[in-house]
Nanobody, 122 residues
Framework: QVQLVESGGGLVQAGGSLRLSCAASGGTFSSYNMAWFRQAPGKERESVAAVSSAYRTYYTDSVKGRFTISRDNAKNTVYLQMNSLEPEDTAVYSC????????????????WGQGTQVTVSS
């Protein structure tokens, strides 16, 4: 059983930056594919970025060039550095882990954190 705990969310003005962290425990972190998802009010959950156990990365088009996902296996932590934030980035951000294939489909991720709120004011 893997436990995931996110931190780093908050309120920031447009153009600002935040770094989200997701600390994992209870499993072999280096073996997991990790991802960040977000869900805004009234919208479906969408994938934001993902990093595989082999350090392959994925970004949704709307965040390319602005967000960077990384992982530190020594610290059992995955990060999401978010720069040039826009009001449209406002959402609850959740990290997720899977031992399955490297995908961006929420249903393929078995373990989820509780989420952290990111609010970007205009």
């Amino acid at each position: 059983q893997v436990q995931l705990v996110e931190s780093g969310g908050g309120l920031v003005q447009a153009g600002g930056s935040l770094r989200l962290s997701c600390a994992a425990s209870g499993g072999t972190f280096s073996s997991y594919n990790m991802a960040w998802f977000r869900q805004a009010p009234g919208k479906e959950r969408e994938s934001v970025a993902a990093v595989s156990s082999a350090y392959r990365t994925y970004y949704t088009d709307s965040v390319k060039g602005r967000f960077t996902i990384s992982r530190d296996n020594a610290k059992n932590t995955v990060y999401l550095q978010m720069n040039s934030l826009e009001p449209e980035d406002t959402a609850v951000y959740s990290c997720a882990a899977t031992l399955g294939p490297f995908t961006t489909i929420p249903g393929t991720y078995r373990y989820w954190g509780q989420g952290t709120q990111v609010t970007v004011s205009s």
